[in-house]
């Protein structure tokens, strides 16, 4: 049987630093491959105005980009929604006509259902509620990816996984980067820089379920990854690790199975929800994107009730994961030292999307 992977993004670029070693790597082993991007990413500042040379405006700059990088990846078709950049947290573009923020969220889902009904893919890659890191694009996101999952009929995908980010992994990362000397925001696994208010991002380790081995593939995320050249100057933080350095943080891509075949498969909203406010682009407080998103659109798919109190070392227990005697695998990580030698020794993750599918 052929196989498909659908992965669902905000933004130009995002297909690569949050997925592009997975991309890649079932792209190379025959996999059809598919990226959904919401939006143009038309807000993203280009700090090199020779890059806009020869074309009409960011947007296109920025589809021109994605286009080169999904070929290095080896992805099979790229669909744009065509949604305007909402822009950070408190900017008045969250709420400018086109911008995907404010869509209206059963239009938006609608679109993404006409992709899975044509692809038919067995698996599909969303983001978790946060977003990642909070920021609107990625939380609508991933409520759009949701409510077409769950609104594909027949279409419906075997499974869906949430892009994860583990706390100590995500402290790790930018602990190892500040002490190679490059000055890392505290949300430097996302590629992102959301202020010098939010510390750190991730989610409990015990939430994850699957870890991609996709060390083959590093070298391919890195050269996909030049070509955002708008969003990746030389001096970004991303752009500056030494090789040896790309190899050993980015050897894994990690995710939680949340279909409903899968076990404790109800969700986790408690566990991963971020601090009541962010800091938004302009400065200003703003209220957490996570948040507004549910005021605008009323309550959040079934995949995230609110009610849900697993937490990560529940939820890891409960999968077969780790066994409830060991506390030392049971508690999340907190500290950064062997996050990643922990990670990859950790018994009972999923190592391939498709497993079992035939």
Excluded at 59 to 84: F, I, K
Excluded at 120 to 147: E, F, I, N, S
Excluded at 275 to 282: D, E, Q
């Amino acid at each position: 049987m052929a196989k498909t992977l659908l992965a669902v993004h905000a933004h130009p670029d995002d297909e690569t630093i949050t997925t592009g070693g997975t991309l890649a790597r079932y792209s190379a082993e025959g996999v059809r491959t598919i990226v959904v991007t919401c939006t143009r990413g038309d807000l993203g500042e280009v700090r090199d105005p020779a890059l806009l040379a020869g074309v009409s405006s960011v947007a296109d700059l920025r589809d021109r980009e994605l286009d080169a990088a999904t070929a290095r990846l080896g992805v099979s078709r790229v669909v744009r929604l065509g949604y305007s950049d909402s822009g950070m947290a408190g900017m008045p573009e969250n709420h400018r006509p086109g911008a995907f923020f404010a869509a209206d969220l059963a239009e938006a889902a609608a679109r993404l259902v006409e992709v899975i009904q044509r692809e038919r893919p067995q698996v599909m890659l969303a983001y978790d509620a946060t977003g990642g890191y909070g920021h609107p694009d990625h939380v609508k996101a991933h409520q759009v990816a949701v409510a077409a999952f769950e609104a594909s009929g027949a279409a419906r995908p075997a499974r869906l996984y949430f892009v994860r980010f583990p706390r100590s992994w995500s402290r790790e990362f930018v602990q190892a980067l500040r002490e190679a000397g490059i000055d890392a925001p505290g949300s430097a696994a996302a590629g992102a820089d959301a202020g010098p208010t939010v510390p750190d991002i991730g989610t409990d380790d015990g939430l994850v379920t699957t870890r991609i081995d996709v060390r083959p593939y590093v070298r391919t995320k890195r050269a996909a990854l030049t070509c955002h050249k708008s969003q990746m100057p030389a001096d970004h933080f991303l752009m500056r690790m030494p090789d040896a350095l790309a190899k050993r943080l980015w050897a894994y891509e990690f995710f939680s199975r949340e279909d409903t075949s899968a076990p404790a498969a109800a969700t986790r909203t408690t566990a991963e929800s971020p601090p009541a406010t962010r800091r938004g682009g302009t400065g200003g407080e703003a209220p957490d994107p996570h948040c507004a998103a549910d005021d605008a659109f009323g309550q959040r798919p079934p995949l995230h009730r609110a009610n849900d109190t697993v937490s990560g070392a529940q939820s890891a227990v409960r999968r077969g994961g780790i066994t409830s005697g060991d506390e030392s695998a049971a508690t999340p990580r907190s500290d950064s030292g062997d996050a990643l030698e922990w990670l990859g020794r950790r018994e009972g993750l999923e190592s391939d999307l498709f497993a079992g599918l035939g």
